[in-house]
């Protein structure tokens, strides 16, 4: 039992024995053709009833042949390959586009035919016809192709529920390891890409906060799911080939395709974003008027203009800040009479 445990585990793809299809099926060709041919001579020319008998099993063994030899052609699109397996026993990988033809007697096998991943949300194909009976392909695609599961609700470092979306670009490079050491690889990508997503969602903040480690250095760091979305999904996609290497699988690309807050919390986070620029906005407008202030009190000073005690300065400094820092136009008032 432990031996073929071992050797399940050490399975990987190597190319199966075939030969040129073209020639094969003219050889089918021929055996219909004249396994017909010979049972028109056996009824028609040969009056003999025991050499009909035997033109007959001629033509029906004519017959069986080409049936057999039909069986084993295989048609192979470009990036298409074939699992083959001869009485339970993998014999190896058809791949290389054109007709091929194998032991008639081994079959093609994926366990993965019958199951659809889901693509983006702006693409759509129209329904199929449910009176319509289609055997799925047993053809494994060696292109690449695009995952996109159902938005995600995580927690972020801070606890804070966000809903977040990718799409994956993968492809198959061991078909082997695919259909044999996993029961179904498209289910079990999908699911390594929701767990490994979820996994490293939780390591960052939705925004910038301080005191997170993102990096697992020890060090507070900057990073953050929308403002380090080149090094997030740069995990993800490392994090899923971890996973999906066993499989035979190879992760191209990840990228992020939808990321907020939570619906329960979206107002009152899109509320705590405008009130942290407002308090940024005035905090540079407080910051301008002081050194405006500043640069006045010093040119007064510099040129001599007039010579103000500091209950004179207080004053000023308050008329500027009030008519710098208002978020309405100042209304002049002109003093006729003497300031003292």
Same mark, same amino acid.
């Given at each position: 039992m432990s031996t073929e445990i071992n050797n399940t585990r050490e399975i990987s793809e190597f190319p199966a024995k075939s030969r040129n299809g073209m020639g094969m099926l003219l050889l089918a060709i021929l055996l219909f053709v004249g396994a017909i041919g010979i049972f028109i001579f056996g009824a028609v020319v040969v009056e003999s009833n025991n050499l009909s008998g035997i033109f007959f099993g001629l033509a029906f063994l004519a017959l069986i042949a080409g049936f057999i030899v039909s069986a084993g052609l295989r048609?192979?699109?470009?990036?298409?390959? @074939?699992?083959?397996?001869?009485? !339970?026993?993998y014999v190896g990988t058809l791949r290389g586009a054109g007709m091929h033809f194998v032991n008639p007697f081994s079959s093609s096998y994926n366990p993965a035919a019958k199951t659809r991943l889901g693509q983006s949300g702006d693409v759509h194909t129209d329904e199929p016809n449910p009176n319509s009976?289609?055997?799925?392909?047993?053809?494994?695609?060696?292109?690449?192709? *695009?995952?996109?599961?159902?938005?995600?609700?995580?927690?972020?470092?801070?606890?804070?529920?966000? =809903?977040?979306?990718?799409?994956?670009?993968? &492809? @198959? @490079?061991?078909?082997?390891?695919?259909?044999f050491k996993v029961e179904n690889y498209k289910e079990f990508l999908s699911l390594q890409c929701d767990s490994s997503l979820r996994n490293i969602v939780r390591i960052y903040p939705y925004d910038v906060a301080p005191n997170i480690d993102t990096t697992g250095d020890g060090i507070a760091d900057d990073g953050s799911l929308r403002g380090s979305s080149e090094v997030v999904v740069s995990r993800i996609r490392d994090e899923i080939q971890s996973k999906v290497e066993?499989? !035979?699988?190879?992760?191209?690309?990840? &990228?992020? *395709?939808?990321?907020?807050?939570?619906?329960?919390?979206?107002?009152?986070?899109?509320?705590? #974003? #405008?009130?942290?620029?407002?308090?940024?906005? &005035?905090?540079?407008?407080? =910051? !301008?008027? @002081?050194?405006?202030?500043?640069?006045?009190?010093? &040119?007064?000073?510099?040129?001599?203009? *007039?010579?103000?005690d500091e209950e004179r300065k207080a004053q000023m400094v308050s008329n500027l800040l009030v008519v710098l820092c208002g978020s309405k136009d100042a209304q002049p008032v002109i003093n006729s009479g003497s300031i003292y």
């Open positions: 048609i192979i699109k470009p990036n298409e390959a @074939v699992v083959l397996t001869l009485f !339970g026993k009976v289609e055997a799925p392909s047993k053809k494994i695609p060696l292109k690449v192709m *695009t995952l996109s599961n159902n938005k995600q609700k995580i927690n972020d470092a801070l606890g804070t529920p966000v =809903e977040i979306g990718i799409a994956v670009m993968w &492809r @198959v @490079v061991d078909t082997a390891k695919a259909v066993y499989a !035979g699988l190879e992760i191209i690309d990840a &990228r992020i *395709t939808y990321l907020a807050y939570a619906p329960e919390i979206a107002a009152a986070m899109l509320q705590r #974003q #405008q009130a942290s620029a407002i308090i940024d906005a &005035r905090k540079m407008i407080v =910051e !301008g008027a @002081v050194s405006m202030v500043q640069m006045a009190l010093e &040119r007064i000073e510099a040129d001599n203009i *007039t010579v103000l």
